[in-house]
Structures are given as structure tokens and as C-alpha cells.
């Protein structure tokens, strides 16, 4: 099983929008589970999920997923902590278990937010279940973030948790520099006319963008608007998903 986490630090900037298409495409080979770990549970919307994980652990007898064909969809999105206080984390890492032990992927549509409550939870559920420790992401940055480098510090703080995390599940002492997290590949979104010179600039001062493989996605009023579902993805995005492929296709595979 492989585990890739799209993550970006800025809402609207498509993290949601490109998980979507991401997912669907590689169901077309993998059975791909997507799991909205969203605020906005845009993609639980969109599959007209009304329940979320947490409501179901807590009692509302109402579905929280779907699945159709090779596709899964778990709403674990959330408004506040409120919402996860008091889930019975065994019951939440069972649960979780059983959705998600036939899958090839799992695909995390993370929030915003780079850390909180629900990511110690399901990245535990997950690490425990299956001796997973990889931490496979697509890093989205929309084009109004290219003079924000959030993400270096939060590269290195996501790491020393995962790893911390790790050393507990497996009761061994693991070496400082022991590095979890990869960018499997960084995704600059909703470029605008004129944002091209700020673009590369952008990306020849910055070590990661140099390493990590790079998609560029021009502003597309369409993906922007609430039925983006209905819409072919484009060009771009199916760039992405090939790239995606070729790495699960490669027997020695980071990911």
C-alpha cells in the first residue's frame, strides 16, 4: 500500500481539486482510497456525503463513505476539535483498517492547517495498521504563495513527527537523519499572465523546488467554480497523475 498526502498551507489553492482528479484517474489502474481531512469536506460534498467518521464513531447511524468501483471516499472532514473530542481512538483505528486494508493508495486531502488533531489520529490509525511510515507528498502552492516558503520549516517539523511517531510504534531508537517525508513532487497552481519572471525566480532560489519534480498549472476559471467534478481535468493535471504512475510502475519506487 502507498500513501501520498497533498498538502498545501492556504485555502482554495486546489489541494481538493487536484486530489479528486489524482484519485480518479489512478482508480482507473489502483484501488485508490481518498480521504477528505479537510475543514471544507469539499470532496465529501461533492459525493453527497452528509456523516463524517468522527459523527459515526460518536453515535449518528448515517454513512460516512462511499465507495464505487475502484474509488473510496472517507469524509473525515471537520469544522473544529471539538468535533474529535472524545473519539475512542481504537475504535477510530479499527474502523479505519477495514475501509482502507484492500486499498493499493490511500490518497489524504489535508487542510490547511499543517497540524492539528485529526493528522496525530489517522497518521497514528494509519502507521499502526499497516508499518507504514512513508510520507509520500504533493506539495500545492497556489501562484499568490510563490514569495511564501512556509513549507521548509514545516518539511522538517512533519518529519520529526512521523518519526517520533515511528519510534514509538516500532519501541526502537532510530538515527537523527533519518528522513520519512519525500516530495514526490511540488505543484504551483493558478499561475497568472505576468507571474512567470516571480515563477523562476521562485523556483532557482529554493533547493527543494530544484529536487522535487515540478507542475506548473495555469489559472483555469473552471477549476475554481463549484462543479469542477463535471470538467475534464487538464492537460496538467493528467501530467501529474503519468508522473504518479511511473513511480508506483518502477519496482524500486520511493514511494
Known amino acids: 500500500m502507498i500513501r501520498i498526502n497533498v498538502v498545501g ?38 459525493y453527497n456525503i ?4 468522527f459523527s459515526f464513531l460518536k453515535g449518528r447511524n448515517e454513512l460516512f463513505y462511499i ?3 475502484n474509488l473510496s471516499v ?27 486494508k484492500d486499498s493499493d493508495i490511500v490518497i489524504v486531502d489535508h487542510s490547511s492547517i499543517p497540524h492539528d488533531f485529526a493528522t496525530e489520529i489517522e497518521l497514528k490509525a494509519f502507521m499502526e495498521n499497516f508499518r507504514n511510515f512513508a510520507y509520500n507528498t504533493v ?3 497556489s501562484g499568490d504563495e510563490i514569495p511564501i516558503k512556509k513549507y521548509l520549516n514545516y518539511t522538517v ?34 499561475i497568472l499572465k505576468g507571474q512567470e519572471s ?10 527543494i523546488l530544484q529536487r522535487s519534480a515540478r507542475f506548473i498549472i495555469p489559472y483555469y476559471l473552471s477549476l475554481t467554480q463549484r462543479h469542477f467534478k463535471d470538467i475534464d481535468p487538464p492537460k496538467e493535471i493528467s501530467d501529474i497523475t ?9 519496482p524500486t519506487s520511493i514511494l
Do not use: C
Open 74 to 100: 472517507i469524509n473525515m472532514s471537520f469544522l473544529n476539535e471539538d468535533d474529535l473530542n472524545g473519539i475512542d481512538f481504537n475504535a477510530f483505528k479499527y474502523l479505519y483498517s477495514k475501509l482502507t
Open 157 to 190: 517539523l512533519l518529519n520529526d513527527f512521523v518519526k517520533n511517531y515511528a519510534e514509538k510504534i516500532l519501541g526502537i531508537s532510530l538515527p537523527t537523519d533519518v528522513k520519512f517525508l519525500k516530495i514526490v513532487a511540488v505543484i504551483i497552481n493558478k
Open 242 to 250: 503519468r508522473y504518479i504512475l511511473d513511480f508506483l510502475r518502477e
Open 67 to 69: 465507495n464505487k468501483n
Open 9 to 46: 498551507f492556504k485555502g482554495g489553492s486546489g489541494k481538493s481539486t487536484i486530489s479528486y482528479h489524482l484519485a480518479r484517474q489512478l482508480s482507473e489502474y489502483y484501488n485508490v482510497v481518498l480521504v477528505d481531512k479537510t475543514y471544507s469536506g469539499t470532496i465529501s460534498r461533492i
Open 50 to 53: 452528509n456523516n463524517n467518521i
Open 198 to 207: 516571480k515563477l523562476e525566480e521562485f523556483i532557482r532560489g529554493d533547493e
Open 139 to 141: 506539495l500545492v502552492l
